[in-house]
């Protein structure tokens, strides 16, 4: 359905003039059709979202509640280049968001709207009893029904792809200009839309590379803990891969490397820089970061 | 009608092991689609495509004939992971294409498929009578049919946005490296899909930007003059921009910069690397790879 409304009602952000309004109108109805779904699903508890960042009561009854953050719509700035964007979830059990890690989700997703509608789902270890997993859905408008399109994500340790976030922190962060020139330097080959749902997308459906987004004292960290990195982390640690907080920019040097997952969402529009991405690669960034 | 086919069935290109066959599958079905509709429409005299590099007869006899050269579906490698893609055409009066420029193009279309369906349309100078314009149109799914979104594309000179093609020819191409730095340097915006098609239309949507793809010995030019960047050059000049020829990696340097539209299609299959983009920006990208 979202899919849909974004499909037409998205067409008006192409329109001059129309970049402000009409864009947050789109982001607007993802998000009031998200909160609807909570509210007569009946397992939610309560749900924040990017755009209404409070814990709002979803009237969540069955025995087993949730509590869940979203971003409805993310990668604003290409909507109206029609390039391929997405909605992201976090779901924790209970009723509260507030004072949790991203390792206590029990299930996360990665909804991507392109020419098709597909879908990136992560269930934990706590859910799977065993190791966490991460599959693709997706939905097949002729028959109208989600099927089952990559039963495994397996990200590869090592793996020469890269999507360079905030690439303008170079300017005054010497480290992470360094660490940019080593994937430049060794030929990785280089994408990056500017939509951290696609550009992830890309490492899960490749099966590798690595995603970052640093910030400096000029270019701030952008992405938000619970609506975007708990829930992405997520899902590139059950496909084997690695997450780590980037060190803040004012930060002295040597530091210790902390996984995205054990990150505590202490405020519910707390936000950081990251990488994620193969484990090696991962690495690779902890060295140049927090060498 | 594509945009449909490739909702459903370009879903098999994310299941497992299928990269290679169902992959090609969309990319020909693609091509079929577009073949057919030439062959019906009495328009179409001759029309050759990436897939199918001959110049085919499509039996058009109507008064005014026209050639065709088109993508079918570019931007192969990213299908997969559900990135928008898009086909490209170029438009020819007569019946060949061998041999013209594409000057010589009467219009052209980058058709564009991801959330929704958008096309940006070129008609030449020849075929206006005076300037060259391009424009913006949506399909609405809703009501069904093509409405104007953007009345008039309209590329500012300058405009600190780059899509750097084919980065790893940096490493053994110094003059496109420091070219690279600078954009670095001065803060550019990276957006960088992977697909021609996305990466120009951000800059046709955005009003700035530019592209390259520049070639090395090591890292081949990949992009076809007739079926990609005759058709978008003519797009971006009719947009107020600036297109030229990459040097070839082996020239010597101080060579002419030459406009893509002045480039004679003398090989169905002829490739080059370009910079398309503001007219300042490509300036910039001269006075580096010429200079």
Known sequence: MLAARLANGASKAGTDNAFGDEQLDVDLAADEIIFQEFMSCGAVAVAASEEKPVEAPMGGSSERLYSVGFDPLDGSSIIDANFAVGSIFGVWPGDKLLGRTGRQQVASC???????????????????????????????????????????????????????????????????????????????????TGGMVPDVYHILIKNKGVFSNVSSAAAKAKLRLLYECAPIALLIEAAGGASVMAPSPGAASGGTPLSVLDVEIDNLDKRLGLCLGGKEEVDVFNRFMFG
């Open 110 to 192: 990665m909804s991507q709207y392109g020419p098709r509608t597909t879908m990136a789902v992560a269930l934990s270890a706590v859910t799977t009893g065993g190791d966490a997993v991460a599959f693709e859905l997706t939905f097949q408008s002729d028959v109208q029904r989600w099927v089952v399109t990559r039963e495994k994500f397996d990200i590869a340790p090592a793996g020469k792809v890269f999507a360079p976030g905030n690439l303008r922190a170079t300017a005054d962060q010497p480290a992470y200009k360094r660490l940019f020139d080593h994937w430049v330097d060794n030929r990785y080959t280089l994408r990056y």
